[in-house]
């Protein structure tokens, strides 16, 4: 299958997913297409992740900035674990924020925010992040062998490459996604070499255990257009050869 065509699949499962949730009243924006939906149950799902002993363990989460998973980000600072939360569309040099209960000058309800952390946390570079026990992504669509899809922007895939390169996560770091159960499918979905896994999916009523860890070891740039890597400055600094590396 060319990588056209795994778009074009990717893309027509999207939208029969954003479909779904609107004709059953699942998603709390209006119009959930082209984004991450934010999807009814989103707190219920957050409180089930954390009955689980990997969320109840970890100590740093790096988590997404999306609004479905807004409940997880508050619940994790209100249990004074550190949160690592990406700038949309990695689009500073220091892309992510630092939120750490020690230290916030906001309740974590406004902190855990994109808006909110924007106003509030400084920002920190791959270099400068600790370790992450566990990472919390958004997904369109995820079947129970833990292939996700995204929105179609590809940055979630890119946070966890950079990561990987960073040395920051290993094989002990656990990926959860939270998401109505209209978004787990019982079908094979496509995936490509930059694609990552996701060990957990937890739904308001349900978590699922997927199979074997599925990660890229860094960055494939080859996959990555010169106008992506323009746009993300921390990629830009890491492009080969650049004069200065």
């Given at each position: 299958m060319t990588s056209k065509n795994v778009d074009d699949a990717k893309?027509?499962?999207?939208?029969?997913?954003?479909?779904?949730?609107?004709?059953?009243?699942?998603?709390?924006?209006?119009?959930?297409?082209?984004?991450?939906?934010?999807?009814?149950?989103?707190?219920?799902?957050?409180?089930?992740?954390?009955?689980?002993?990997?969320?109840?363990?970890?100590?740093?989460?790096?988590?997404?900035?999306?609004?479905?998973?807004?409940?997880?980000?508050?619940?994790?600072?209100?249990?004074n674990k550190v949160v690592y939360m990406a700038v949309p569309k990695l689009a500073k040099q220091h892309p992510f924020y630092l939120l750490d209960p020690t230290t916030l000058p906001v309740p974590p309800d406004v902190a855990a925010s994109s808006q909110g952390a924007a106003d509030v946390a400084p920002n920190v570079g791959v270099d400068e992040l600790r370790p992450i026990d566990l990472i919390i992504c958004g997904s369109v669509a995820v079947n129970r062998d833990g292939v996700r899809l995204g929105k179609g922007a590809g940055y979630s895939d890119l946070e966890v490459a950079l990561l990987q390169e960073?040395?920051?996560?290993?094989?002990?770091?656990?990926?959860?996604?939270?998401?109505?159960?209209?978004?787990?499918?019982?079908?094979?979905?496509?995936?490509?070499?930059?694609?990552?896994?996701?060990?957990?999916?937890?739904?308001?009523?349900?978590?699922?255990?997927?199979?074997?860890?599925?990660?890229?070891?860094?960055?494939?740039?080859?996959?990555?257009?010169p106008e992506k890597i323009a746009a993300i400055p921390t990629l830009a600094a890491r492009a080969p050869g650049r004069a200065d590396q």
């Open positions: 893309n027509a499962i999207r939208e029969r997913i954003w479909d779904l949730l609107e004709q059953h009243n699942a998603a709390l924006d209006t119009d959930v297409h082209g984004r991450i939906p934010n999807f009814v149950g989103a707190e219920a799902a957050a409180d089930r992740l954390a009955e689980l002993p990997v969320w109840q363990a970890s100590r740093v989460i790096k988590a997404v900035p999306d609004k479905a998973q807004l409940p997880a980000r508050v619940r994790a600072l209100r249990e960073a040395g920051v996560i290993g094989p002990d770091t656990v990926i959860v996604t939270t998401v109505h159960a209209l978004q787990v499918v019982d079908t094979a979905l496509p995936e490509t070499e930059h694609d990552f896994s996701v060990d957990l999916i937890v739904t308001p009523d349900e978590v699922i255990r997927c199979g074997p860890a599925r990660r890229p070891a860094g960055l494939i740039w080859d996959h990555l257009s």
